[in-house]
T-cell receptor, first 112, second 115 residues
């Protein structure tokens, strides 16, 4: 089946630093999603991307849908302690379908 | 509105026993999904209900897993008999569906440990 390679697996950064993580796939997706999971909770959608080349921001978060439709990245600027968590990328073939293929996650630790 | 709720939050059982996980989706959401994350790996799709019907169960690992959604409201996922490799976090998610901006809403998951 389809697989997403998400990197890095983990990151340890200082508060105030910028963060970048990405996802690549061997096959095309038509929708890319980025989720964050806080400890003990379920993933929460951060950003949804529906069009190749699309660049979308949500506060300090910026994500892009790669032009080849096989990759996406997420940037977090000026990190703060509450950014700690696991970030997952996910791809979908249809924007209306909830069946997603997820990456392994990037665990982010922010040191105050 | 109340979010997706899952019960129990944790379950520890012995190999060979049976466990039933429950999910209550957001009221009015026709689409209900089960996902699983095993040992820090990716979150993997198990199956998808539209109302009470199974739309896609291609991710179910084997016939030890049985999912039901009687009446199109809450859903249960039964594992019988449980094996060690079934350990992981089982997530349920729901969505209204049919709309592009109808994202998945995940529950907090059930952490299953099979010893």
């Amino acid at each position: 089946g389809q697989q997403l390679n998400q990197s890095p697996q983990s990151m340890f950064i200082q508060e105030g630093e910028d963060v970048s993580m990405n996802c690549t796939s061997s096959s095309i997706f038509n929708t890319w999603l980025w989720y964050k999971q806080d400890p003990g909770e379920g993933p929460v959608l951060l950003i949804a991307l529906y069009k190749a080349g699309e660049l979308t921001s949500n506060g300090r978060l910026t994500a892009q849908f790669g032009i080849t439709r096989k990759d996406s990245f997420l940037n977090i600027s000026a990190s703060i302690p509450s950014d700690v968590g696991i970030y997952f990328c996910a791809g979908q073939l249809s924007p209306n379908a909830g069946k997603s293929t997820f990456g392994d996650g990037t665990t982010l630790t922010v040191k105050p | 509105e109340a979010g997706v709720t899952q019960f129990p939050s944790h379950s520890v059982i012995e190999k060979g026993q049976t466990v039933t996980l429950r999910c209550d989706p957001i009221s009015g959401h026709d689409n209900l999904y089960w996902y699983r994350r095993v040992m820090g790996k990716e979150i993997k799709f198990l199956l998808h209900f539209v109302k009470e019907s199974k739309q896609d169960e291609s991710g179910m690992p084997n016939n030890r897993f049985l999912a039901e959604r009687t009446g199109g409201t809450y859903s249960t996922l039964k594992v019988q008999p449980a094996e060690l490799e079934d350990s992981g976090v089982y997530f349920c998610a729901s969505s209204q569906g049919g709309l592009r901006d109808s994202p998945l809403h995940f529950g907090n998951g059930t952490r299953l440990t099979v010893t």
